[in-house]
């Protein structure tokens, strides 16, 4: 286990507070809450961000979600216990995540759009790049997992 470079809850209070308002953006925004995580989530996994997978599982379970859903996020195109909703969001947070060759595919934006109202589907980009953001700091200053509690960095 890699040590952590930098404590980022002390010596980035300033970034953090700057992001804030995206998280308090998406704390109230048009995309359900426990769909929101579930794409936090899977982005993060995406990612490879143990500090987020840590976060998003406790505040999923809380939430209600069941495990089984859990441990299936990383498979969602081949388990059957997704929305057509929740599989057009994942498509959206994978080819947004992995831009390639400089573009999101219209195959993409398509089944999201038959899921999504074009604010839903603002606010649900606005949420995968806020956790690629997150991502990217957690991984970057390499901290820590498991330390996480609940609601830990619940907005209003």
């Known amino acids: 286990m890699?040590?952590?470079r930098i404590n980022i809850s002390e010596k980035m209070m300033m970034a953090f507070k700057a992001m804030q308002g995206l998280s308090?953006?998406?704390a109230k925004c048009s995309i359900e809450?426990?769909?929101l995580d579930l794409v936090l989530?899977?982005?993060?996994?995406?990612n490879g961000c143990a500090y987020c997978l840590d976060m998003?599982?406790?505040?999923?379970?809380?939430?209600?979600?069941?495990e089984q859903r859990l441990y299936l996020v990383s498979a969602w195109r081949e388990a059957p216990i997704y929305t057509d909703r929740e599989r057009a969001a994942f498509i959206w947070a994978e080819a947004v995540t992995r831009i390639k060759d400089g573009?999101?595919?219209?195959?993409a934006y398509n089944q999201a759009r038959q899921q999504f109202?074009?604010?839903e589907l603002i606010d649900l980009t606005m949420a995968i790049i806020t956790i690629n953001?997150?991502?990217r700091i957690n991984i970057a200053f390499r901290v820590q997992a498991g330390t996480y509690e609940p609601g830990m960095h619940a907005v209003n």
Not at 41 to 46: C, E, L
Not at 56 to 66: A, F, M, P, T
């Open 56 to 66: 998003h599982s406790k505040d999923l379970r809380v939430e209600g979600e069941s």
């Open 41 to 46: 989530f899977r982005v993060s996994q995406i």
């Open 2 to 4: 890699s040590q952590q």
């Open 133 to 135: 953001s997150y991502n």
């Open 117 to 119: 109202s074009e604010q």
């Open 103 to 107: 573009d999101v595919p219209d195959e």
């Open 33 to 35: 809450k426990n769909l």
């Open 24 to 26: 308090i953006y998406l």
